[in-house]
């Protein structure tokens, strides 16, 4: 399996604030994705992290608000920008080859005050 | 359109006993189906998956799947359920690596 590998695990940060968080994934991967997973609830895709352009984003997420980069094939990074305590959620990178399946890094569990 | 259905959102059963977590899809187009499992502060590791061939599919701790075409179902089973198994549940559909999951089932484990 794949190995996805994700930071920072937990974050405290207060409103109005952005965070960045980090995914790197082996070389197994050639697709990543970001999920969004709000407390008791299913994982909801944000986008899709292309290389070398812009992410493909899911209806009800935006750019502005969560900017994607994935530089190179094994590295992305997602950042929620003007948080608010609505955006306290786990966020998971996730990658995929062409088996079909995703592979998950541990999330990061994100609280917003 | 890809969708999935957990129709249990809680699952509460005795060591040892029997147990049926329940998925139903529509796809629209051929489907990938996946079960992952999701242990209390971690992320998702994956359980089982069909991709094609054999609609019995077995996975790690014991775990099967069959998927059923006609009825639209990829059902969870294990016939000997452990302490250790309590965990969130997710069914999911797919291709080309894009998922939809489902809402998780809770598999509450108890003596």
């Known amino acids: 399996s794949a190995v996805i590998s994700q930071k920072p695990s937990r974050d405290i940060c207060q409103r109005g604030t952005s965070l960045t968080i980090q995914c790197q994934v082996d070389s197994q991967v050639t697709m990543m994705f970001w999920y969004r997973q709000q407390p008791g609830q299913s994982l909801t895709l944000i986008a899709t992290?292309?290389?070398?352009?812009?992410?493909?984003?899911e209806s009800g997420f935006v750019i502005d608000k969560f900017p994607i980069s994935r530089p190179n094939l094994t590295f992305s990074t997602l950042t929620v920008s003007n948080m608010s305590p609505e955006d306290s959620s786990i966020y998971l990178c996730?990658?995929?080859?062409?088996?079909?399946?995703?592979?998950f890094g541990e999330g990061s569990r994100l609280t917003v005050l | 359109a890809q969708s999935v259905t957990q129709l249990d959102s809680q699952v509460p059963v005795f060591e040892e006993a029997p147990v049926e977590l329940r998925c139903n899809y529509s796809s629209s187009v051929s489907v990938y189906l996946f079960w992952y499992v999701q242990y209390p502060n971690q992320g998702l590791q994956l359980l089982l998956k069909?991709?094609?061939?054999?609609?019995l599919v077995k996975g790690i701790n014991g775990f099967e799947a069959e998927f059923n075409k006609s009825q639209t179902s990829f059902h969870l089973r294990k016939p000997s359920v452990h302490i250790s198994d309590t965990a969130e549940y997710f069914c999911?559909?797919?291709?080309?690596?894009?998922?939809?999951f489902g809402t998780g089932t809770r598999l509450q484990v108890t003596l």
């Open positions: 069909y991709l094609s061939g054999s609609t």
């Open positions: 999911a559909v797919g291709g080309a690596s894009k998922l939809t």
């Open positions: 996730s990658g995929g080859g062409n088996t079909g399946e995703l592979f």
């Open positions: 992290a292309n290389q070398g352009s812009e992410a493909t984003y």
